[in-house]
């Protein structure tokens, strides 16, 4: 539906580049639109969310240190001084090392353990928090991305099911949290999307074949899927959504075997 989210604002945090589903999220509010600041990670993705970013005309573009709290606090003032409010919150930041998506869950270090729950799961907080006095203002929406590794044992998923699942439960507290000031916060929750970053996970590609096989749906899933589930739950046809968990993988969720 177009015009949804005319006059809307909103901060993405997570694209990377153009196959991230916060930059197909973020492309499907502009479009319906949205105006939208974002933000970035370190010198080595600058440049490609920057060309991103102001491919829609974006009025800021800001670096974010997710595990400090007060570059949090910054990005957060910044996005809405730039776009004059807060509206809405995309967040889709996740990581693990590489070495921890691999081999045994069991093996994972207790520093990397924490910080994959840090940059998983309280960044979620960490930016909630800040957000809450502008989304206050509008009754506004955050939503975050998970998946169901965070619920089942994946194999190779690992120290990444640990933190998706601290996510999925850091998510309803908030809305808890949040709800009484009209703010609603929700999760889409994909099947495997070919991104970059779930090429790290290996054997992603047979996680890929056996949703298609067995899903009810029996097919792939792709990041446009997931921004248009995203759009809904940050639009006012959800305004009576939250705490939520929607699955956006084919049905597979639903499957026992």
Same mark, same amino acid.
């Given at each position: 539906?177009?015009?949804? /989210?005319?006059?809307?604002?909103?901060? @993405?945090?997570?694209?990377?580049?153009?196959?991230?589903?916060?930059?197909?999220?973020?492309?499907?509010?502009?479009?319906?639109?949205?105006?939208?600041?974002?933000? /970035?990670?370190?010198?080595?993705?600058?440049?490609?969310?920057?060309?991103?970013?102001?491919?829609?005309?974006?009025?800021?573009?800001?670096?974010?240190? @997710?595990?400090?709290?007060? +570059?949090?606090?910054?990005?957060?003032?910044?996005?809405?001084?730039?776009?004059?409010?807060?509206?809405?919150?995309?967040?889709?930041?996740?990581?693990?090392?590489?070495?921890?998506?691999?081999?045994? /869950?069991? #093996?994972?270090?207790? +520093?990397?353990?924490? !910080?994959?729950?840090?940059?998983?799961?309280?960044?979620?907080?960490?930016?909630?928090?800040? =957000?809450?006095?502008?989304? =206050?203002?509008?009754?506004?929406?955050?939503?975050?991305?998970?998946?169901?590794?965070?619920?089942?044992? @994946?194999?190779?998923?690992?120290?990444?099911?640990?933190?998706?699942?601290?996510? +999925?439960?850091?998510?309803?507290?908030?809305?808890?949290?949040?709800?009484?000031?009209?703010?609603?916060?929700?999760?889409?929750?994909?099947?495997?999307?070919?991104?970059?970053?779930?090429?790290?996970?290996?054997? /992603?590609?047979?996680?890929?074949?056996? @949703?298609?096989?067995?899903?009810?749906?029996?097919?792939?899933?792709?990041?446009? +899927?997931?921004?248009?589930?995203?759009?809904?739950?940050?639009?006012?046809?959800?305004?009576?959504?939250?705490?939520?968990?929607?699955?956006? #993988?084919?049905?597979?969720?639903? !499957?026992? !075997?």
């Amino acid at each position: 539906m177009k015009g949804r /989210f005319e006059g809307k604002r909103g901060l @993405v945090l997570g694209v990377a580049n153009k196959r991230s589903i916060a930059w197909s999220v973020a492309r499907r509010l502009a479009d319906e639109g949205a105006t939208m600041a974002f933000t /970035f990670q370190g010198e080595r993705i600058e440049a490609n969310v920057r060309e991103l970013a102001e491919s829609i005309s974006s009025p800021l573009i800001t670096p974010c240190d @997710v595990r400090q709290d007060e +570059d949090c606090t910054r990005a957060v003032a910044e996005a809405a001084a730039a776009l004059g409010g807060l509206d809405f919150v995309v967040h889709s930041v996740a990581f693990a090392a590489a070495e921890d998506l691999e081999g045994r /869950f069991i #093996d994972t270090p207790r +520093d990397r353990f924490w !910080m994959a729950i840090d940059v998983s799961a309280y960044s979620l907080v960490a930016i909630a928090r800040a =957000a809450e006095p502008h989304l =206050a203002e509008t009754g506004g929406s955050i939503v975050t991305m998970t998946y169901l590794g965070g619920e089942r044992a @994946v194999p190779h998923y690992n120290v990444m099911g640990v933190a998706k699942a601290t996510l +999925d439960a850091s998510m309803r507290y908030l809305a808890w949290d949040l709800g009484a000031e009209g703010i609603r916060v929700n999760a889409v929750s994909a099947g495997p999307v070919r991104t970059l970053a779930a090429r790290s996970i290996a054997g /992603f590609s047979t996680m890929e074949a056996i @949703v298609a096989e067995r899903a009810p749906l029996r097919r792939h899933i792709d990041a446009e +899927d997931v921004a248009a589930a995203s759009a809904y739950l940050l639009s006012a046809d959800a305004r009576n959504v939250s705490g939520t968990i929607l699955y956006v #993988d084919s049905g597979y969720h639903a !499957m026992g !075997m």
